[in-house]
């Protein structure tokens, strides 16, 4: 189970993230997902579609690497890096044409093959400062 877990998550990353192929999102996501994100909860395929959809429209050549892929039970735990230039607005942020480097930690929980939930952490003060902005625009108190 461990290993056909691994391959949904690599799946997602190299097939979605990477190549941006949403349409597998219902074969990799189940309808009631709960995405826990630093900026709000997304559900099912569609709050994962909006997610890639944002990334890929700022960052169209977005690369994401898989570092570490680890698996026991239902859960799959991956660190990962992202790349790609700046060529669209993002968080508030107007494109700058910058390359950056970012990276991030996400543990999945899979059932009956699928995404059933998932927490990610990416480094976004990192991020933005990449783009030469010291916080998110918009948020005159610096918070996250």
Known sequence: MSEANKAVVRRLVE????RGDLRLLP???????VGHELIGNHYGPDGVRIDVSAYRAA???????????LAGGDRVARRFT????????????PATGRQVNVRGI????LEAGKLAESWVNVDLLGLVRQLGAERIPGRDNGSW
């Open 27 to 33: 074969t990799l996501v189940a309808a009631d997902y």
């Open 106 to 109: 996400g543990i999945d929980r």
């Open 59 to 69: 960052f169209p050549d977005l690369e994401a690497s898989l570092e570490d892929l």
């Open 82 to 93: 992202l790349r790609g230039r700046h060529l669209g607005p993002f968080l508030g942020i």
């Open 15 to 18: 097939e979605v993230v990477n």
